[in-house]
């Protein structure tokens, strides 16, 4: 997966549209939060600082600065053998992918003989206020279903699980790179119907390795009947909230349980499942994550990067922030109705990627950073040169690429202006609906076939509700950003603006439009009473005339990016074959690694917390504070066992994706549920570091004594432990 600034793609007469956020950037479709000031848009970034002085070593590229996230397809045996003394067979690297799962959002497992399946708090988060009945708040209070018959089911999600991977590259060779997208859904249905189509729950993905250079097919087994079984209250799940984020020492119980039932109401009993190790982890011991990474740009070149430094991350960073200050606004005068639109979760998730591409931000700013990299690529294009055939066909690839981002850099104030647009948890549904409004109104006019019109009008319908008080506050956010980017003498500005601030202007449009309640909109489009006098299609005429010629002229640069990508892929794979692992895709990989401390702020983390520093937490920042605790957590249950071990560390490569991954030991033993990385692990966007890069999970030994000590859900305890 290609990174790119999250962009709207529209079309009169396909009646389609598209928000592209690599690796759920905008949100950490994502993609998981630290203030930020409002950053500017600039050509370039000029640092002052006193000059820093780095060992050689850590200028020099390192045989995992691409990572260690190993395909299914692909597994580094012999790297296994020499670095643990064993060698997976393929019964092992079986049971691993079929116990693996993943969720819309994050990754999973099952954990129990009867479909119970192990993810994160804040994967589950969505879930739990969709199940909560009237006058309950399960957010807040947790959930635990103390008989099978009392487990919610939770609508509209699913979950797959993985169980056949074809190869498909020879096929996609012979497709050019602009073709492959569309060409990716008749591959996906011929298999998907040779193994029972949609009747029997297959999915097929294609999944592009090195940017295209291996294609595979991945076969997945979807299950739609998913039930919610426990899920601790928010304040623990989420404990030391946007503070402790991407940070340790963590004392989070970021876990829930669902379950999965079969098309006969009854719970699927999977084969292969995870079993529970009760002994945990030491330190120095071998683990394994298994789960979907979102995406990686490890394979980006030093140009990209440069690029991202300087112009798109920038734009992101700077929509995150204008949408989070909108947000919260409203939350704080409109807690209730916030609460009935799940506006809380939504700011969650733009404070996680908030943080990310804050310290996302820094390291590329990083000039050992940059450095290794710049070395990394210097040694691949040395092996390219010092061959014909790869100098002839790939040696002026750097090059091409360097150019297409400087002629990017001509459009760093249009990208800024118009990033996220179309986002539709982050857009005022007054625009959109305009948007869609002028399409729907252009199309008729234009003589568009009706089935176009009425894709429009699908999308139209799809717009959800927003109450009014956020909706003129994320248009105002957009305004803003066009002013600041275009200027307010800019045409489609002045034309929107006409004297007025963005929040005024912003205000007078929702108030006056009809598009700025759901079901009025609906209606009238029904009834073919919306016309362009409308104020919200006024307000989208002039943005979409600005963002088109934006739009086609990025578009170009983008589509070039990705066929010198692709070459470039085909190069490197040529140069290292599978010894360096692909970009992520949101597929399974598998990430090794060991239990380390490491040295951070002057003193040295430990391998684990425990419940004691739970508790210290809540005593020394006070009960009105982010480590605040439940009620039934303030007076220490009676048989709750402080010395027991509650968060660990690891070496183990992981990225926005993983979260809920399960950790495994060599036997595939659960010893604990990922979900973050600490705060030096961020830049592992771009660069693995593993000396101070530190996955963080929550312990299974926690887990339990939790389940059973805090809660009393000893169901789940006897079918995790098989007593």
Known sequence: MRRTTALLTLSVLSGSWACASGGGAIPPATPSPAQVDTVRIVDTVTIEAEPVFYDSSALQADPFDNGKMWTFEYPPLEYFREAYGFTPDSAWFRQAHLGALRLPNCSASFVSPRGLVLTNHHCAREMVSQVSQEGEQLLDNGFYAAQLSDERAVQDTHIDRLVEIVDVSAEFDTIPVPERTAYEETVSTRL???RGGEEAGIVVEIISLWNGAKTSAYVFRRYQDVRLVM???????YFGGDPDNFTYPRYALDMSFLRVYGDDGNPVQPDNYFTWSTEGVSEGDAVFIIGNPGSTSRLQTVAELEFRRDVSDVATLEFLNGRIAALREYIDENPEEAEEFDVRNKLFSLLNSQKAYTGIL??????????????????????????????????????????????????????AAFAGLGSPDYTSGVLL?????????????????????EGVAELFREVGRQPEGLQWRLLAARLQDMQRHLGSSSRPVSSILQGRSPEAAARAIVSASILSDSGAAVNALEAGTIDRNDPAVQLALPILQAYGQFQGAFTQLTDRESEIANQLGRARFDVYGTSQPPDATFSLRIADGRVEAYEYNGTVAPIYTTFYGLYDHYYSYGPDSEWKLPERWVNRPRGLDLETPFNFISTADIIGGN????????????????????IESLPGDYIYLPTKNRSVAVDARGILEALRDVYGAQRIVSELTGR
């Open 192 to 194: 998907a119907n040779a």
């Open 433 to 453: 609906r305009g948007i869609f409004a002028l399409q729907y109104l252009s199309g008729q006019g234009g003589g568009a076939p009706a089935e176009a019109l």
């Open 362 to 415: 820094e390291g590329l700013r990083d000039p050992a950073i940059i450095a290794r990299r710049r070395d990394a690529q210097e040694a691949f294009q040395d092996s390219i040169e010092s061959t014909m055939a790869l100098r002839n066909e790939y040696g002026d690839l750097f090059a091409e690429m360097a150019s297409v981002q400087d002629e990017k850099r001509q459009q760093a104030s249009q990208l």
């Open 659 to 678: 979260s809920g991954s399960p950790v495994l030991n060599s036997d595939l033993e659960v010893v604990g549920v990922v979900f973050d990385g600490n």
């Open 231 to 237: 899920a601790p209250e928010l304040q623990l799940g």
